[in-house]
């Protein structure tokens, strides 16, 4: 909450009216009171009824995800404060860029962007031994403000955390979706992948980390399948296809604790 005078809730009333005016139908919007920067996320609108039906009804995720965000703060879980809420929005406060962000920075530096994910695989692995995981786990879902890691984005119900099923998965997924932002990009992410697992290994998941390598194992044959269609496709296009052998091996042959 805003931890000053009269003044400043006011101004923060007047720049959250405003930016409900200027942002209406937009998924998310940010505005700074004071100094601080906050987000205002607002129900999803659905275009297409294939989204619609696939995606399920935007007011119960978007209150799923309030029940969640309320529910891992109380846990102690890092994530963003609901400050103000309305029928069909929320404010959040700011967390700092996503990784996903801090990556596609034109002026993204190596020597900053490893601190950021040897902490995001130490949240992970703390997430995860408090018996819970976030539902999805992407680089996109970990905000670093440069000193701590802090986890958005929680509309999927997240389930609880089984090393060889939900545990596994949000492994996967991360390290799918690092080998694809650094194909789509065209930066080579290794070392913030060494240091995202490296430091989620240390948080005791071993059990994660064999599920993951034998889950890659049973899937040779994809990797197979896949790896022609990236090397057929240019640079930086298809980077789905692109990242799927190269996941599998390293999942497979360098996932050590
Ligand atoms: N609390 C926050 N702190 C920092 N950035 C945020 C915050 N909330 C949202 N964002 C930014 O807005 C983007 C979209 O928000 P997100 O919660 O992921 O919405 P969606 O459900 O549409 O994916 C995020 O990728 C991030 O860049
Ligand atoms: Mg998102």
Request: proline share 5%; aromatic share 12%.
């Amino acid at each position: 909450m805003i931890a000053s005078p009269i003044s400043a809730h006011s101004e923060f009333d007047r720049e959250l009216t405003e930016t409900r005016a200027r942002s209406a139908g937009m998924r998310v919007a940010s505005f700074i009171v004071a100094g601080q920067r906050f987000w205002l996320k607002q129900v999803e609108h659905h275009e297409s009824w294939r989204k619609r039906h696939t995606k399920g009804d935007s007011h119960q995720a978007f209150g799923r995800e309030q029940d969640a965000l309320r529910k891992m703060a109380v846990l102690g879980v890092p994530v963003p404060e609901i400050v103000a809420h309305g029928p069909d929005w929320i404010v959040l406060t700011d967390c700092g860029p996503t990784l996903e962000d801090m990556i596609r920075n034109e002026d993204y530096d190596h020597a900053e962007g490893l601190p950021a994910f040897e902490a995001a695989g130490q949240a992970l692995a703390a997430l995860h031994s408090a018996g819970l995981t976030h539902g999805r786990g992407k680089m996109k879902d970990f905000c670093w403000d440069g000193t701590q890691i802090r986890f958005i984005d929680l509309e999927t119900d997240p389930a609880p955390f089984c090393p060889g099923t939900t545990g596994r998965d949000e492994l996967v997924n991360f390290v799918y979706h690092c080998h694809f932002v650094a194909f789509q990009t065209g930066r080579d992410l290794s070392a913030e992948l060494r240091a995202f697992v490296r430091a989620y290994g240390q948080g005791g998941h071993a059990e994660v980390f064999s599920a993951a390598r034998a889950w890659a194992r049973r899937r040779w044959w994809l990797g197979w399948l896949m790896a022609p269609v990236g090397w057929l496709t240019p640079d930086r296009r298809s980077p789905d296809f692109k990242a799927a052998s190269p996941t599998l091996v390293w999942l497979a042959y360098y996932l050590n604790a």
